[in-house]
Structures are given as C-alpha cells and as structure tokens.
C-alpha cells in the first residue's frame, strides 16, 4: 500500500511539473493541484482503484461521494479541472489512452458577483484622502500614513493591479514611469497596465516623499516596511482604508483592495471597454473570470439596446406608418 502511495507520489509530482511548465502555474496554484490530485488518488487507492485504470463511473462516483460531504460546487469544479488537465498529460505522455474525464460536464454553481464601489464612492474616497494628507503636518508620521493611502488608492484605481502585485514591486519601477506599466501577475505572467494623469502626479509625490524616509536607502520596495527591509503588510493597507471609509461614514466591510480592482473593472466596462482589453489589464488568464463583471450591471445591457439599436430611433407617426428620429 505504501509503496503504491510513493509511486503516486513520484508520478503526481512528474506530471504537475509538466502542467506547471506549459501554464505558468504560480506556487500556491501548483501547491493546489497535487492537494487535488493527491486526494483523487488516494480515495483511488483506499477503494483498491488503480487511478491509471479508473474508468468515468469511478470519477462520478467519487465526485457523488464528495457532494454528499457538501464540498462546495465552486472546490469540486476546481477539482475537475485540475483532473481533467491532469489526465490529459498522462494520455499525452502515454500513461493512459483515453482521459476518462473528457465527457464529465462542470457542476453548477452560483455566480458570486464581485463587489464593487460606485465611482461617486470612489471620488469621495480619492477626495477625502487627499484632504487628509494636505491637512497632515510635514515630515510626521501621519502625513506618511495619509500619503501612502491616497497614493495606493490612486494606483490601485488607475490600473486595476492586485494589491499583493503592487506591494512587491520596487520603487525603481516608478521613477520617471509613463503612462504604462510592466508587472508580474500570477504565475509569473507579465502584463502592462496603465496609469492616469492623477495617479502619476501622486506617484511623483510619494517618491520624493519615500525618500526623506529613515531606513529606506537600500530598502527596494515602493512602500517599504518599517523595519526597512521589506514592504508593508496588506493587514496595515486594509486598516488604513477601512479608517478612510469610515471617516467619510462609509461601512467599513465594503472597502478592500480587492473591492477597488472591482470597481475599476466594473466602471471601465460600464464606460465601454471591452472585455478582451479589459482581461488584459486585470491579468486573467481565461476570459471566463472576466465575464463575471457583465453581471454586475444587467441594467447595462438594457441600456445599450436602448441607446443603440436602430430600431428605438424610429416612432410611429400615425396608423399608416412611422418616421425616423
């Protein structure tokens, strides 16, 4: 038994590294993927199943027994797809002939919409910091803290850039920066993303600002750690934009770096960028993820109609006929 364990083990982790060198699999995605297929295979392996030789009712099964322990849809459709790419190298690498889950359809699941702040919300935000940091007493604590808000607000806004992308890159990546961007995203792909006007001009502040700063000489990082050796934690930036919140009476709950990268998805959609671009500059890897924001306005899409089909420029003039607009 344990040496059919060890064999899986060496063949999971063989075939992972495959997946991960054609995809680009970030660390914790890759970490995902053997958890997923581990467990796969070792239900395989306690049931007297070789997973070589698993058939598609062994899946179904498998998957009826994991439903019936209230795995969520979203974790079971994640362990399909893993299985599925999974199997699909071990056909290709000649371990299989057939990938035995090439039939099996995703579970249903409930579409969580992301939630996103109106751009009111947002001004009120980007206003309010600013004041702050304006009204802040020069080379305090406070007017760093104020700075650093609005200045990641401002970013995070423009761009649309996860806050764990943002809190890695150097300092040296912002000096002089145009109005784009190379970053790494996950599973270390590279993607532009843009800034606007306000963003580059509190940018330039903050830089001049960083550097007056003690203990950030050989600290690399735009928003360098007390400690100067590594960037702020993303607990001090949800603090501080919860404080912001609240100080102009907004719920606290609602606001996260997370909710900011919505919004800017979901306000550029809504002023009519497209959903490739808009992929682009978000990083997604699949289309899909992107998708989700063409819920978050139905009445979006209604509008469009109205305002661009032909047919609402016409209206009728009587009963023998209409006339255009």
Not at 193 to 209: R, S, Y
Not at 313 to 318: A, E, G, I, S, W
Request: some cysteine.
């Amino acid at each position: 038994m344990k040496k059919n364990k060890d064999q899986n083990s060496e063949l999971i982790e063989r075939i992972i590294n495959i997946i991960s060198l054609e995809k680009g699999l970030s660390k914790n995605t890759k970490s995902a993927y053997k958890s997923d297929i581990g467990l796969i295979f070792n239900s395989f392996n306690d049931n007297n199943i070789n997973a070589l030789e698993a058939q598609e009712y062994d899946f179904i099964e498998l998957f009826s027994f994991l439903r019936s322990k209230n795995f969520k849809s979203s974790s079971l459709n994640r362990k399909l797809s893993s299985l599925k790419q999974f199997y699909q190298i071990l056909k290709e690498e000649g371990y299989i002939k057939i990938n035995p889950l090439g039939n099996l359809e995703s579970f249903k699941k409930h579409i969580k919409l992301p939630k996103s702040l109106s751009e009111n919300v947002i001004t009120s935000l980007l206003e309010k910091a600013k004041y702050d940091y304006e009204k802040s007493q020069d080379l305090s604590s406070q007017k760093t803290k104020c700075l650093r808000t609005l200045t990641i607000l401002e970013i995070l806004y423009s761009t649309g850039m996860r806050i764990t992308e943002l809190l890695e890159l150097p300092s040296s990546d912002f000096i002089n920066v145009g109005e784009k961007l190379q970053i790494k995203g996950k599973g270390d792909v590279y993607r532009l993303v843009a800034f606007n006007k306000e963003a580059k001009n509190v940018i330039d502040i903050w830089l001049k600002h960083r550097f007056t700063l003690k203990g950030t000489i050989n600290n690399k990082y735009m928003f360098p750690d007390r400690n100067g050796s590594g960037h702020i934690s993303r607990q001090i930036i949800y603090k501080d934009l919860s404080c912001l919140s609240k100080s102009i009476g907004i719920d606290q709950k609602e606001i996260s770096p997370h909710n900011i990268r919505h919004s800017f998805a979901t306000h550029m959609l809504n002023r009519g960028a497209d959903l490739r671009s808009l992929q682009k500059l978000l990083g997604h890897a699949d289309i899909s993820t992107t998708e989700i924001y063409t819920h978050v306005k139905s009445d979006r899409l209604a509008g469009l109609v109205k305002d661009t089909h032909p047919l609402n420029k016409m209206h009728f003039k009587n009963k023998e006929g209409f006339k255009y607009d």
